[in-house]
């Protein structure tokens, strides 16, 4: 089954190559969507795909890429679905 999850990643993520990780680990689970920075320092992921690779999406969320410190992580299930592919914002 298909869904679409927001997840809003809190910490040091921004200028450590998070959305641009997030881009590439998204891509190898089939996901589309996209990444982007918020302007109160964190970075929003918008995903959608099957439930199971959204569950490890949401697992890498937590760690990031080596340079990330990630602090929190919150999921919201939404109504829209992104268009295809993968882009960050």
């Given at each position: 089954?298909?869904?679409?999850?927001?997840?809003l990643v809190?910490?040091?993520?921004?200028g450590v190559f998070f959305r641009s990780s997030a881009?590439?680990?998204?891509?190898?689970?089939?996901?589309?969507?996209y990444a982007r920075n918020l302007v109160d320092g964190r970075v929003e992921v918008l995903?959608?795909?099957?439930?199971?690779?959204?569950?490890e999406l949401a697992k890498w969320l937590e760690e990031g890429p080596p340079n990330a410190q990630v602090?929190?992580?919150e999921v919201s299930a939404v109504g829209e679905q992104p268009p295809e592919g993968f882009r960050v914002l």
């Open positions: 089954m298909n869904e679409s999850r927001r997840f809190s910490g040091t993520v921004q881009k590439r680990h998204a891509e190898q689970l089939g996901l589309s969507g995903a959608h795909g099957p439930t199971d690779a959204l569950d602090t929190g992580v």
